[in-house]
Each structure stands twice: as C-alpha cells, then as structure tokens.
C-alpha cells in the first residue's frame, strides 16, 4: 500500500527587499515580492489558482523557461564531457600510461 | 604513498590496541587507489591487470593522495550537473513523496516502546557497573565495547541506515519519567521553561563539549573515567529533563538531537500517517529545518565534529601542533579553540553560500530561510563520512563486543575481525555517495523553494562549491594515515 499522494506542505518563504531596491513584480495572491516578472509569473501558475490571463502568461514563462533550460542543458552536457575527458587524462598521465 | 601503508591491515593486530586507536584504525589504509575504481574502473582495471599478468615487469601504479581528493569533487561537481537534467517536479516528488505504510498498532508500540525502554535502563547500569569494576583491559571491558563499537559506532549507523528509535531506547527519558513520578509530578508538568531566543544553541554547545572530551580525556580507554563521565551526563540528563520537561530532549541534549538529525535520512519515518517506508534520503525534502535559532548551526555542528575527530588523528595535525605547543601554548587550549574556529569556518562558510544564492537565483528570499532550507541537505554528508569513519571500527570490534556481552565479567580472549583491503574503497564510496545524496536533496529542495527550473539550479551554484569544499576536506583526511592525537 504504498503511495506518492502526500502533499509536503512547504511554508512561504520569509522575504526581504533591500531598501535601495524597488521589487519589480509581487504575487497578487500571496504578495511574494519577485526580481522580474517571469519569477512572479511562474509562481502564480505553480503556487496558485491562475485567471485565464495569469494562466497564458504562466504559459509563456515556461515557454521561455524551456529554451534557457535548453541552452543551460547543452553546457552542462558539454561540461560534463569536459570534465570526463580531463580526469581521464589526468589519470593517464598520473598513473604513467605512455600515452601522455 | 608507500607499499608500507598498503599492507597495513586496518584491523591487523586491534585486540592489542586501545579503542581510542582502533577508532580510527579503519582510516589507515584509504591511501591507495580507492577512487580510480569509481571513476574510472577499466583504466584501473587494465593497470592492475598488466601489473598482475606481467609480474612486476611493469610497476603497479598508485593514485596519489591529492588525485583521490580531487576526483572526489569532481565527482560531486558532475553529479550536480547530472542532476539538473531532471528538471521534472512532479516525477522528482514522485520518487521523493513516496512511501509504503508499515503497520504500527499503537498497543503493541506501546508495549514495545516500554519493554526497549527499561531494557536500555538496565544496560546503562550495567555498562556503569561492568566500568567502574570490571576488567581494565579496553577490548574485554564490556562498558568501553558497548559505548564505543556498540553505542557511539553501531547505533548511530541504525540511526541514518534503518530509523531513529532513540527516543524509544533513550535510558535518561525513563530515568527522568520515573524520577519525576518519585516527585509527584504528573509527565506533562514542567517547572520551568528554556528561553525562547537560545532556540536549540545549547545541544550545539553540548554536541561541541560532548566531541571534546571524546577527543581530550582517556574516556575511550580508561572504563572507571568512562563509568565516572556517564555517572556525570546522567545526572546532568535526568535533572534537565525534570526541570525543562521534553524540552531538554529536543533543545539542549546533544545525544537525542544527533540521533533525531541522523535520523531524517533514514528510511524508516515516522509521521501523523504512523510508520512508513521511503527511499532513504527523501524525508529530508518534506520540510526545511525549524525557525528556532541554532537549528542550522547544529546541522553544522554535526558534519564539523566528525571531520574534527578524524583531523587530529592526522599527522598533518601533530606536526602542526607540536611547535605550537612548545612555545607553551597549552595543548587543551589549541584543542578548544581549533574546535571552535573549525565550527566557525564551516558555519562561515555555509552562511557565505546562502547569502550567494540570493544573487544566483535572484531571489528576495531571506538569506536565513536559504540557510535552514538547504540545511537538511548537508545531513546526509554526515551521515556518510559516520559510516566511512565507523562502520569499520564496528565491524572489527563486533566478535569482542559479542563476547564481553555473553560474558561480561569474564570475557574469553577474542580476535578482532580483519576486514578484506576492498573495505577502504568502500568507505571512499561511503562519503561519495552521502555527497550524491545531498545533491539530489538539495536539488529538490530548490524546486519547493524557487518557482520554474532555472531558477532552482541556478539557486544550487553556491551551495555545490561548499560541498565540493567538504567532500574534499572529508577525503583528505579519510586517506591520512592515522596518528594518536598528540599531547592529550
């Protein structure tokens, strides 16, 4: 009887504004104030009940989310070669393969 | 490194040590190839085969101490890059948020409860008992066996492997219960109460005291000082307990609140739903810590005393210490205030990083509420350098701790069991895979906490530099030969 239902009720976060800084965007719902607009836009499709407005602008944030998220996945692969390649060869020169 | 290490037998020749010795005597043979094989098991593999089939035309090749270092947090660093490929929140709460209900009638629990209650109150007293009169030989004095390999290595591991059952088995919570009931005073009734602003920094006090003393005092060899210091804690424990009510337990007692820590990562939980099954790691991600003050410091505090214990078995250590003492610094005093300046660093260090992740995941979320959100994520680190650091130990003391338990007054002569030379690969995996661990806990933790994905990866940048700077650190002295700490 095992299952994944359970909802971990996580607390809104405390925040702070600092005093030189004017929030760019707060959620209508919980007043979470936010960096930019795309934050708030997501949150207020993830955290809350969105209008059919809110909801087409959560859409678009995730639209543009995907495309960064895909330029960030194409480094993180690359570095991850990087790094594959550099401790083999590391290795190889360490441990006295003749090959470096 | 020299074939010399490598031929050490980490549990060679135990029974004839202290235990304070046998401590860390799993830790002397981590020099050699240990991490190749996980990052690169056929090229490892090849070099050994050609040094095995060639007979020593060709010399076996060994990993340098600062390779395996390294290769440790480059392991960390790619597994977080391998972690933000998951970026689906709700298959990740899938695998984090499940769990199989075990049944726990609450008649049976109850009955169970206060049968493993009043057997660890028999215990303690005979652990005192066995200390004050028994045999001075450490390896067949049933009070060292137990607190040491039994206490303080093999329950701790249940703790994080299997479930946190302390507050069960916690002798003192009987002691007080039945003292309190000797006053007349009903269970809930509590004379007084701990401030509220001191939150839960004096278990960090406590847990940084309790360390020292272990460190500084012959408790891990001499069982009359042991029998004296337990006498000492218990009436210190019961007092507090009838004074402060639970509260003692859960704020200021260093043992209860470890054992409670460790035990968030195990996969036995226990919730308003009762006793269930999870993958192990993943109750960490129901909740941040709590918003009392000393909370994260204790997270800290847990995974810095580990380190501490094993640091000043290093030689690294004694060479450092030795001129500092002999300009006549006293030894104590180094001890102390490396203890505490250590404590300070890695808090430093931590607050440092939450503070950066305010600026990574351009965030107006409290620099504080980064902290105690991601501090469940550093749990699991510690708990994998416990394992790496005793499980070790245990195993070779566990034939002696079997033999003085069947016969505590007159212990046959035993043998330490000597553990196969895989073992300190194993104990290399042990902190990895805490680390690994960490990073997925932290990675779920930045999907709870900041909303779309590239803000949560992004939030994770400064929190994988400080666990690269602890896997580091953690091997470093994982692979030190070990060296009696000097001067104490």
Known sequence: ?100 | MTDGDEKRDPSAGVVDRTLSSVRRAGRQTGRHAGLATLALVALTGTARAHSGSLGGAVTSATVPTWLTVLTGGVVVGASFLFTTLLTDHEAMRAVNWWRAGLPSPPGVWRVVRGGVGALAVVALAAVVAIGLVGPTTPTRNLALLVVWAGWWAGYTISTYLVGNTWPAVNPWRALAAGVGRVLGRARSEVRSSLPERWGVWPSVVGLLALVYVEVVSPIGQNPRLLAAVIVGYSVVTVAGAVRYGAAWFDRVDPVSRVFAAYGRVAPLQRDEDGLSLRVPGTALTDEPLGERPGETAFVVALLWVTTYDGLVATPTWANAVEPVVSVGVPALLVYVLVLVAGFGLFLGVYRLASRRVRDSAETYVTATEIERWFAPALLPIAAGYHLAHFLGYFLALSPALAAVVANPLAPPETVALVLPSWFSTFRLLCVLGGHVLAVWVAHSLAFELFPGVLAAIRSQFPSVVVMIFYTMTSLWVITQPYVPPPFV
Not at chain 1, 2 to 8: I, L, M, V
Not at chain 1, 65 to 84: C, N
């Open chain 1, 1 to 100: 009887m095992s299952h994944t239902d359970h909802a971990a009720s996580f607390p809104e976060p405390a925040t702070r504004v600092p005093e030189d800084d004017d929030p760019v965007a707060a959620c209508p719902y919980c007043d979470r104030p936010f960096q930019g607009e795309h934050a708030r836009d997501l949150h207020v499709g993830e955290a809350h009940d969105p209008t059919p407005e809110e909801r087409d602008r959560y859409e678009a944030a995730l639209d543009v989310e995907r495309d960064d998220l895909w330029l960030f996945h194409a480094r993180a692969v690359i570095g991850l070669g990087v790094t594959y390649t550099a401790t083999v060869i590391l290795y190889m020169a360490v441990l006295g393969s003749g090959i470096v």
